[in-house]
């Protein structure tokens, strides 16, 4: 699955500019975008780590309130359509995982590996398919939907599940025009961005998918931001001003919604899907280009979009969280900022493997980093597996150490192993993993500090915690000889190799 890649690395980040401004911001589909840090849109569905998270979220959802799913009579054949649609980009997304077959005449049959969930359905027979289309669709893919009937050279949103929406409601705006639903945004019919985009997509032919995005800010991962929820998170836009600094950075997320347009070929109706990602700006702030970006847009958003947008309150702030969160420009390593001869951390929190049968995940030392990738990891992994949480203090202390050799005592086969914490608590806990028998496909790290590092001293043989970096000289703990740390490391071992260090001049 192309979005293992992680989260930070796929997402679609949504400002070409330093200003934003809507337009009719469509492209066609189905195009890689190169991002600063990553890229994405190789694909019209998207699968990822939230898979099986956010397919739960939905079915809580639509338990609670039916009014997110509606198919009006006239819409069945499009549902029937947009349901065969969606598997054929799912089977040719992910063909080791998901597969559609035409049996013969209306007879299909589409097999779901990630879910194990096979269906052999007659096109057009509800009983055979044991569902509504569009309802049996959505759980296969994250993406919300919405069908649009086209008549009297108007749009109308007939159909859909959406259980996702940011600040609008779907059970008001069901059978409601495309004019009608964009009433309430500020702006569009002035500058005609709406009419343009109801021509555009009035002459969109089958196979010729476009897509787009929109974005706002969301307080906390929440991906139900619906009105008929605000009372749930409508209180958050107050709080918020109120928080720390660095709460506010985790609660604070940019979400984008990449839209799909898609003509239905058999129905002829409009398939609009949306896909939400949420990203922290904590996490936002790691890609350089996009933390200056981002704080630019948002100082310089008019208020009456920042109004409509739910987020006049607090985007100041959040532009200037961004802007203060500019590297230091200090001597030291930054764990973002690679050096020759070390080993090559990643710079975000890598993707949970969620093939894994279980997962230890191992929070080690007081960094509030480390704590919220850990925390990141967990809620990926707990969708997947059994997951344990193991929270260190220093691995330094032997009652923390023995804690960590038990854990991995305990793991079976096919557990995955995630460890977060500075350098040196990263590169033991790594080599005692590979001490218990894990190989490195079961291992996940992610370095929040490079100012510590294991040594390995050739003298007295033994490893120790010191603080410093590959070329410099400090004094062995363990024989008291200046030594010179050298850029070599044995990741098995957990140390880098460090060798008297040649007499000072005088
Ligand atoms: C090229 C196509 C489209 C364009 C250019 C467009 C543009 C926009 C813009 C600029 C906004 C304001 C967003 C914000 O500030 O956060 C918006 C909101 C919205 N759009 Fe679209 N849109 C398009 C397609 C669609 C389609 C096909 C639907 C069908 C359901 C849709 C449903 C909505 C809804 C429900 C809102 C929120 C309105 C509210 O506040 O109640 N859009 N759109």
Redesign the pocket.
Known sequence: MHALKGRIAAFPYPFPEDTYR?S???EPANTPNTTAAGGWGATIIDIDEDYHAELAERATVLAADPTRHAVLPHMRPAAWDAMLTVMGELAGAYPDRMSLRNLGGDVWRWHNAILDDTREFRYGDEASLGQEPLAYITTQVQEDI?L?DQRNEQLY?DAGVVTFA???SFGF?VGMS?LE??G??PR?RRDG??TR?HD??KRLQPHQPYR?T?W?LTIGHRLDVSTERYPDWGPDREMIQSVADDEFGRLVNLRVEV?H?IRLPDSGA?M?LIRTYMLSLEELATVEDWRVRTAQVLAALPDD?AE??GIIKYRDRAARWLTEAAPAATGGHSPREPVPGLPEWPTVPPAVDVTGASFLIVSIGQDPQTSHAARGWVRAAESAGPTRMLVLDSLAADADATALRQAYGELRTGSRILVTGSQYAVMMALAWAYDAGAISAELTAFVTDLGDLPMYCAHCRDIHRVVGAPGGVVTCPGCSRRVQIHGHHAPRLGGFLASAAAEEPS
């Open positions: 809507y009719t911001n469509v919405a649009l949103v940011a600040d609008w705006d495309f639903i964009h309430p945004v569009v961005v709406i985009a555009f997509l787009r929109n706002t839209q347009l409009l609009f979009m409509y947008k």
